[in-house]
């Protein structure tokens, strides 16, 4: 389901439900963290929130930036476009103008949308978005925003590496799609399509299937129609408790198939894999591997895990910050339009190796791609998942000049 929020009437909610906080001190950097910290999704929205908070404590104990501290600042949109609207305002009203979101598409068109009406009404006050996990293609395409900066591949980009692994997989006759329904698991199933026809139309698609965001609890009927379609292997987009919850169906229902996924590794994924014995049979397509041997990002994710007794889910949120200061300290202020200036076009030597850069068309990072499975590790890779003694290894790698596609993007900059 597509999200419709009027700016006018999030202003009127506003008006009765954001109470003014205290502005922001004059020694530190405050970045609201606008994300589920309830409900469904919370799970995900916690382990966010620890991965920008571990980074700002990193860069604080160097020093911080332009002397100042960099301090994270929750506000729980609870997976709702309009809560999140009225969070992002209580952001504004605290004095904080640079805001981070990445947990729901649809939450993210309503911020990216409410951020530019925000600005052209308020010059010299302006605010900045950067996302970093929200992927429909319509935020960087049609619905782009000067003031959006996105660091996850999108949706498309994703589709089209693992439908290029997937071309060389003879073994995969018939695929079922299940997805959630909204704007970025409707972009999956749309992308999956067409991609597969055209990269393999020997292949059947024996399903197609939508759910809520969320909500489902059982997962068995699902599985009940992959089974009996005859797929050999399913392509999802679930990501949090619906992608745990599915895994966990298909092991009670003994379901042997091969996964594609977009977002298997997060938070309760890897338990529910080992748990349903898919040794080998679940791929992911990620901006990092963990066990990959690039002595940086290990470093990073020891470092990491010895901190938070976790694993690092989110390289690109590391890559985010380190931008966000860097364009600070090459600008020294913290003004939006200035920020915004120095990432169109910014180049960085990314955390899992290679170099990334943003795009200034459509303010689109790319950076390279793995396509990763998990099962047992062997003796060289010293990263498992959730205590499970299995871990991701790396399947095939895709150059960051190989991860582009075309924008639609009209972008209007600022007078």
Not at 334 to 350: F, H, N, S, Y
Request: aromatic share 10%.
């Amino acid at each position: 389901m597509t999200w419709r929020v009027s700016f006018a009437a999030v202003l009127v909610a506003v008006a009765g439900a954001a109470a003014l906080a205290a502005p922001a001190a004059a020694d530190s950097l405050r970045i609201a963290y606008v994300d589920p910290l309830s409900g469904g999704a919370a799970s995900v929205g916690e382990d966010g929130l620890r991965h920008f908070r571990y980074i700002a404590d990193q860069f604080n104990a160097k020093g911080g930036v332009l002397g100042m501290r960099v301090e994270i600042v929750p506000y729980d949109d609870k997976l709702n476009p309009q809560e999140s609207l009225v969070q992002v305002q209580k952001a504004i009203d605290a004095g904080i103008r640079i805001i981070t979101q990445g947990n729901g598409s649809s939450v993210a068109a309503a911020i990216e949308d409410f951020v530019a009406k925000y600005n052209d009404r308020n010059p010299g006050k302006e605010m900045i978005y950067l996302n970093y996990a929200a992927v429909d293609p319509a935020l960087t395409n049609e619905k782009c925003s000067y003031w959006h900066f996105r660091w996850d591949a999108n949706s498309d980009v994703k589709m089209e590496a693992l439908t290029n692994y997937m071309q060389s997989r003879e073994s995969i006759k018939k695929v079922y799609l299940i997805n959630q329904d909204y704007s970025f698991g409707q972009a999956v199933r749309a992308e999956a399509v067409k991609m597969l026809k055209e990269k393999r139309p020997d292949l059947q698609i024996v399903g197609d299937e939508l759910h809520p965001l969320q909500k489902v609890t059982d997962f068995a009927p699902y599985i009940a129609k992959i089974r009996a379609s005859g797929a050999d292997s399913v392509i999802t987009g679930n990501w949090g408790q619906d992608f745990a919850l599915l895994v966990k169906a298909a092991a009670d229902a003994g379901l042997q198939v091969d996964w594609y996924t977009y977002y298997a590794a997060g938070v309760g994924g890897p338990t529910a894999i080992k748990q349903a014995n898919l040794k080998d049979r679940v791929f992911e397509i990620t901006e990092g591997v963990a066990n990959d041997p690039y002595a940086p990002a290990q470093e990073t994710e020891k470092a990491f895990r010895a901190k938070l007794n976790q694993s690092n889910h989110y390289p690109r949120a590391f890559n985010q910050m380190e931008m966000l200061l860097k364009a600070i300290e090459q600008t020294k202020s913290t003004d939006p339009r200035k920020i915004a200036q120095a990432l169109e076009g910014m180049k960085l030597a990314v955390l899992n190796g290679g170099e990334g850069f943003m795009r200034s068309d459509d303010h689109q990072f790319f950076q390279p791609m793995y396509v990763a499975v998990f099962g047992p590790r062997n003796p060289v890779q010293p990263f498992d998942e959730e205590s499970t003694d299995w871990g991701w290894k790396t399947v095939a790698r895709i150059d960051t000049e190989n991860t582009m596609v075309p924008s639609s993007c009209q972008m209007a900059h600022p007078s």
